[in-house]
Structures are given as C-alpha cells and as structure tokens.
C-alpha cells in the first residue's frame, strides 16, 4: 500500500478522508479495511488513541485482542463512568469485575469489532457530538456494516451492543434474549451517560417510542424485541409486549417500541428487511422531527402533558397497526 493512502486521515465520525480522499468510495470493502487497519495499527502502537480522542468507527484485529480490549475499554469505561450531574445524581460505577473482564475476553472476533465501534460512539455521546438517539442510531449502522446482509450476524451484534442488566434471566434464556454480560457493559456506560434525558425532549427520540421514565433507554427494549421477532416471528414479540410490565396507560411510548422493534425483528427474519434496511426504517421512525412525524405524525405531542403520550386516544398501541407494508 502506498504512503499517501498509509497517511490519509480518517475522520472518526463520518468515516470519510479528511484530505478528500472518499474513504466509502473506495472499490472493494476489503480495500477499505485493510486502508483503515493500517491507519489504526499506526495509531494503536503509536498511542495517539488517547483517552480524549473518538475512537474511529472500525476496529481491526490489531488491537482486539483480548488483553488489549480489556485494557482499553477499562480506560474507556473509568473516564465515561464518573459521577456526573451538579449533584453528582449519578454516582461513579463500580470497577469491573473479573467475571466482566472475562467476558469481554470471551467476545467473538466480530463481536470485539462491535465492541471497540460501540465504545466510539460512547465516547462521542461523551463529547456531545451525538445525541442520545443519534448514538443508538450510529451504533444499528455499524452493526449493518459489520453484518452486510447476514441478518442473524446483525441481530446478534445489536443484542450485544444494547443489552441491559441482567434481569429475569430465566424468563429471557426461555425466549432465546438472554442479556450479554459483555455488551450490558456498553449498556451501562450508556445508561449512565445518559440519565436523565434518556426518554426526554432532550435525547433526540420520538415521544412515540420514549418511556415515561426519563432515566429508562429506548435502546435495551428495542433491543429485547428485535431480538425475540426475529428469533420467534412477531406474533411472539407482540405478546411478550403485551403481557410486560406496560400497559397502554402507564407506558405507552415503551409499548410502541416493543410492537415496532418486533416488526423489525419480524420482517428480518422473513427476508422482508436487509439489515441496513432495517436501520433506516428504524431511524426514520425513531427521530425526533419538527412538524408531522413520518409514520406516527397525525397527532400533535406536548412535552411534560399526559407523560408524553398522545394528546387524544390509543394511538398506535393496536399491534394490527405495526404491518410492515404500511411503514415502508
């Protein structure tokens, strides 16, 4: 490889060559990769990945090997875990354990890509480059990247990155969702990083699909029932939704993120949906916009009245309204 394309530099949030040279232009994807390894080796063994600088958004064998990714994340995981707020409401997290450091060892090699590529974007959700809606969004892409068109490869790796604690395991092992002890990590930094503005005006979702809760992410649940529609078929995943812990009347945003995300698991599993497909469809319904929402926006929302739920009747919570024909 040639040193002008070895001293390109790649910016670590659009993925492009800061000297105009069009990193995603390039012709094959495994050009790209070995352009980007090259790039992150140097940067790797000539520690200029520092603590204050976003990691880029791949991350190559070089530097996730076990040891190295242990390391690195417990650094990561330190810095971005520290108490936060004026009266430090969230408290600093406790040290990983050895059985956490275990598993993060323990991810497959493609796994460890997610992790390092997750842990980026964690960092620019820190820097606040992202909005808490633009991370999880950001985060679906990478795992499309990473997955191409293996649909079972890209709902394994959002299992992973948005996992939340552990938490009704046996329940969750019977429906085939069971959490990841190395990808709740990545949860948790999230979770913290956060608080407060996880389900609010602030955070970048739809009200449709935000919890009542401002402290509860819309990416753990979105997470559990795209994983059970594809595993299960929707149909499943529509009556998990139904028989959890919301109802229509104290948690309707959670509801709709449960009906929509097994849609997507649903339409993954029937070859309905490409993973990046998948994404954008996500996104594109998961974005807070100004004016009429694409999708839900027939009803106006007011923050702070009825809990950020619809401003007149039961508006899709009827898992007959969640066909994928009538969102594409």
């Known amino acids: 490889?040639?040193?002008?394309?070895?001293?390109?530099?790649?910016?670590?949030?659009?993925?492009h060559a800061t000297s105009g040279f069009d990193f995603y232009g390039l012709q094959t994807a495994d050009f790209r990769r070995q352009l980007l390894h090259t790039k992150l080796t140097n940067d790797f063994q000539s520690d200029k990945l520092t603590n204050d600088k976003i990691l880029p958004p791949y991350e190559l064998s070089?530097?996730?090997?076990?040891?190295?990714?242990?390391?690195?994340?417990e650094s990561v995981y330190s810095r971005l875990g520290k108490a936060r707020g004026s009266d430090n409401s969230a408290h600093d997290l406790p040290a990983l354990t050895t059985q956490e450091k275990s598993a993060i060892a323990s991810l497959s090699p493609l796994q460890k890509e997610m992790f390092v590529a997750t842990m980026g974007e964690l960092s620019a959700l820190q820097a606040g480059k992202v909005s808490p809606a633009e991370y999880m969004?950001?985060?679906?892409?990478?795992?499309?990247?990473?997955a191409g068109n293996d649909k079972s490869k890209f709902v394994d790796l959002i299992g992973m990155a948005f996992s939340g604690p552990s938490y009704k395991d046996n329940e969750r092992a019977l429906l085939g969702t069971s959490f990841n002890p190395a990808g709740s990590l990545l949860e948790r930094l999230y979770d913290?990083?956060?608080?407060?503005?996880?389900?609010?005006?602030?955070?970048g979702f739809n009200p449709n699909v935000s919890d009542v809760n401002p402290d509860s992410t819309v990416t753990h649940h979105f997470r559990e029932f795209l994983v059970l529609g594809y595993k299960h078929g929707k149909s499943a995943a529509f009556l998990a939704n139904e028989n959890g812990d919301d109802t229509p009347e104290n948690n309707p945003g959670d509801l709709r993120n449960g009906y929509f995300a097994g849609m997507i698991g649903d339409a993954l599993r029937n070859n309905k949906l490409t993973p990046e497909e998948a994404v954008n469809l996500t996104q594109s319904a998961y974005k807070l916009h100004?004016?009429?929402?694409?999708?839900?926006g027939l009803i106006g929302y007011k923050w702070g009245e009825n809990n950020g739920s619809?401003?007149?009747?039961d508006y899709f919570l009827d898992p007959s309204q969640y066909e994928l024909e009538n969102w594409k």
């Open 137 to 146: 969004f950001d985060v679906m892409h990478k795992a499309a990247n990473l």
């Open 310 to 313: 619809p401003t007149e009747g």
């Open 192 to 203: 913290h990083l956060v608080k407060g503005r996880a389900s609010s005006p602030y955070s």
């Open 1 to 15: 490889m040639s040193s002008e394309l070895k001293d390109i530099d790649i910016d670590s949030r659009s993925g």
């Open 62 to 73: 070089s530097i996730s090997q076990s040891n190295d990714l242990v390391s690195r994340f």
């Open 290 to 296: 100004e004016g009429k929402q694409p999708f839900w």
